[in-house]
């Protein structure tokens, strides 16, 4: 079992920034791969940023150049640095863990909201 806790939405104007961070607790040791999601009102759930245990990132097109992934394998922590902040980042955004049995595992949420 992998449990996982988001922090660090908030509310912000267009061109800020935040960071949400990703607590990771139980079998960490059994995670291949972490990513952030994000799903707005009315959307489907998407993908923000991947990495890999080998600490490859892939993001999504929207995001380059904005959003860098990171980890903290000391702090258990998964981090989504978020700059240059648009309204359309408004979302609730997951962290998803995936295991090396390919079972996934997600957080609660956060919600992050941008006004212009």
């Known amino acids: 079992q992998v449990q996982l806790v988001e922090s660090g939405g908030d509310s912000v104007q267009a061109g800020g920034s935040l960071r949400l961070s990703c607590a990771v607790s139980g079998n960490k040791f059994s995670i291949k791969v972490m990513g952030w999601y994000r799903q707005a009102p009315g959307k489907q759930r998407e993908l923000v940023a991947g990495i890999s245990s080998g600490g490859s990132t892939n993001y999504a097109d929207s995001v380059k150049g904005r959003f860098t992934i990171s980890r903290d394998n000391a702090k258990n922590t998964l981090y989504l640095q978020m700059n240059s902040l648009k309204p359309e980042d408004t979302a609730v955004y997951y962290c998803?863990?995936?295991?090396?049995?390919?079972?996934?595992?997600w957080g609660q949420g956060t919600q992050v909201t941008v006004s212009s």
């Open positions: 998803r863990a995936s295991t090396t049995t390919w079972t996934d595992y």
